[in-house]
């Protein structure tokens, strides 16, 4: 298998698709391309690796098989290795996860408008607008939910790392980003994500990265 990402900085898609796949214990090739850039343009057209999707990341190629999107390529990968390696057993947890990761594919548009991905930065004096904060709010009423009624068992909405993590974790990212206050509960849950080994690798493989989109770098 070989997956497509884009920059580890600034792609918040490419993390999840990445997580998904580090989920799924499966050794795959990893390969990133620059976004916007002379080899991105290139990935996007003709026999290009990311054709198939319209130029989008991620991009999972499997033998002959093809999946893009990162809850498509989630969902793939939990059919290939067994589901209860991404979701909670409990149908009731199940359930909620389901509906936690679906919301967050669909929905926040505020929050990611306004708060794009950049790992590496620390924003000093941002301001949400009111529908940022709905976002934020609705999120954080989301995360308290899952941890008070299915977090018994570790430090992640569901106790242990799964899909719903995977979701989330870009959002951590834009929290720490953006330095948005938060309670306790979720101060921790975020420390957890942060420090799980695979986010630690993201995160020092996206401050290596030497390519800068300058429209990411300052607040809108």
């Known amino acids: 298998m070989k997956l497509i990402v884009g920059n580890k900085n600034y792609s918040s898609w490419s993390l999840r698709g990445w997580l998904a796949a580090k989920q799924s214990g499966l050794s795959f090739e990893e390969i990133t391309v620059p976004m916007f850039g002379e080899m991105w343009d290139a990935m996007k057209s003709g026999d290009g690796g990311t054709q198939p999707s319209s130029g989008k990341v991620p991009i999972l190629w499997d033998d ?108 951590v990212s834009r929290f720490i980003s953006y330095q948005i206050p938060v309670p306790g509960f979720a101060a921790a849950y975020m420390q957890a994500v942060w420090e799980h080994e695979w986010m630690e690798a993201w995160i020092t493989a996206s401050e290596s990265e030497e390519w800068v989109i300058e429209q990411y770098e300052t607040i809108a």
């Open 64 to 171: 002959e098989a093809v999946v893009w999107d990162s809850l498509a390529i989630l969902e793939y990968l939990a059919d290939k290795v067994g589901r209860d390696r991404f979701w909670p057993k409990d149908d009731v947890a199940r359930g909620m996860a389901r509906s936690m990761v679906a919301e967050m594919h669909s929905s926040y548009a505020a929050l990611r408008s306004e708060c794009p991905m950049n790992v590496r930065k620390r924003f000093d004096g941002f301001e949400p607008s009111e529908a940022c904060k709905a976002d934020i709010l609705r999120i954080l009423g989301l995360w308290a939910e899952a941890r008070s009624r299915f977090g018994n068992g570790g430090p992640f909405l569901f106790g242990t790392f799964g899909a719903a993590d995977v979701y989330f974790a870009p959002v």
